[in-house]
């Protein structure tokens, strides 16, 4: 069993890029990426998934290599095939396992025994699994949902062709190779009994080249067994692109209250210790000066933005912002406003 999971998931929404400005300013920047909602991202309360693979069946094998490309080359490499390959499909599982942990959204799990049994032909889509089976897979991994792959279909077409120069020659030679593609998930909440999502990536990827060497051309172009398994990669890659949060490049600033700020922050925000640099900022909240009150609020706003709490982040930048009104402050109000409004959308 493969087992992918996180020890902590309070800062997944966000990961900074230890990027700070000189130490001449009286603030300082630092870059972080924050997480956008993508197009099907799970509900807030799927946490954890099952991966299991429901496509395979007898038609498919784990095709050798060589075997495979010879029987291309044989048909004079201008042949098109539906090709099983079980490897290639294992293969979309496996990498969109990796992709949705390193997305750092979900926990995962792949089980030794993921590949269930099914009684359709490979091109159809089976009828949906029994809830009690559901049910019983979630609870032996102890996930949320199950994500199933519910059909994988791929097509290679291989194409050879010859140029003769001005005595009808062969001077030129290309060849190319299209990989057609057809990928459906589902993923199942055994809580609600619902499938919450069905997903479908099809497309085709394709390789090409040219040359004065058949030999030459052949080098160049990937083998027919390893287009396969690029297929399922990039299948998965989709599929994960749909799932996962995508991560946006922003901008964020501190207030130096101290000379000794710019160093101690940027060691605990290396570290991950926003709680710590919450603390630190906490005391001087509560300064008779209100140039350093109000940096303070500020700065308890950031590091509350960055352990997590968007509402509280608002409620220290809008104290900030009446102690001592800095066109920082204001600006910074309203891209929290927008991060509020976005964390909305994760929770729909």
């Known amino acids: 069993m493969k087992l992918f999971k996180h020890n902590k998931l309070i800062f997944w929404l966000f990961a900074l890029l230890l990027s700070f400005s000189s130490c001449t300013s009286s603030y300082k920047s630092l870059v972080i990426e924050t997480a956008q909602p993508s197009t099907h991202l799970l509900p807030e309360d799927i946490h954890s998934l099952t991966l299991v693979n429901r496509s395979i069946t007898a038609d498919f094998q784990d095709f050798d290599k060589d075997s495979l490309q010879q029987f291309f080359f044989s048909r004079g490499f201008r042949y098109d095939s539906v090709v099983l390959d079980s490897l290639a499909a294992d293969t979309t ?7 949705l942990f390193e997305s750092g959204r979900y926990d995962v799990v792949i089980p030794e025994q993921r590949f269930l049994e099914r009684h359709k032909e490979f091109y159809l889509v089976p009828e949906k699994l029994d809830w009690t089976e559901v049910s019983a897979l979630c609870e032996e991994f102890d996930t949320d949902a199950l994500l ?3 059909r994988y279909f791929n097509k290679i077409m291989t194409d050879y062709k010859t140029f003769n120069d001005s ?4 001077a030129y030679a290309s060849a190319s190779i299209d990989s057609k593609y057809d990928v459906v998930v589902k993923i199942y ?7 919450i999502r069905q997903l479908v990536v099809d497309d085709t990827i394709s390789w090409r080249d040219g040359g004065y060497s058949t030999e030459k051309i052949f080098d160049q172009l990937p083998l027919i067994k390893e287009c396969l398994i690029q297929t399922g990669v990039q299948a998965a890659l989709e599929l994960d692109d749909k799932l996962s949060p995508n991560w946006v490049k922003e901008n964020r600033i501190f207030f130096v209250i101290n000379d000794t700020d710019a160093s101690q922050i940027a060691l605990l925000a290396h570290d991950n210790k926003w709680q710590e640099a919450y603390d630190y900022w906490l005391q001087y909240a509560e ?9 303070a609020e500020f700065n308890l706003a950031l590091a509350s933005e960055m352990l997590g709490d968007i509402d509280l982040a608002i409620e220290w930048a809008n104290k900030s912002y009446f102690t001592r009104y800095m066109q920082q402050t204001q600006n910074y109000l309203l891209t929290l406003k927008k991060r509020q409004e976005i964390l909305a959308r994760f929770n729909q």
């Open 189 to 195: 909440d055994p809580v609600r009994q619902e499938i």
């Open 148 to 150: 199933v792959i519910e």
């Open 287 to 295: 300064s008779a000066k209100t140039s350093v009150k109000s940096k």
């Open 93 to 99: 599982l496996k990498a969109l396992g990796e992709l």
């Open 167 to 170: 005595n009808g020659d062969a």
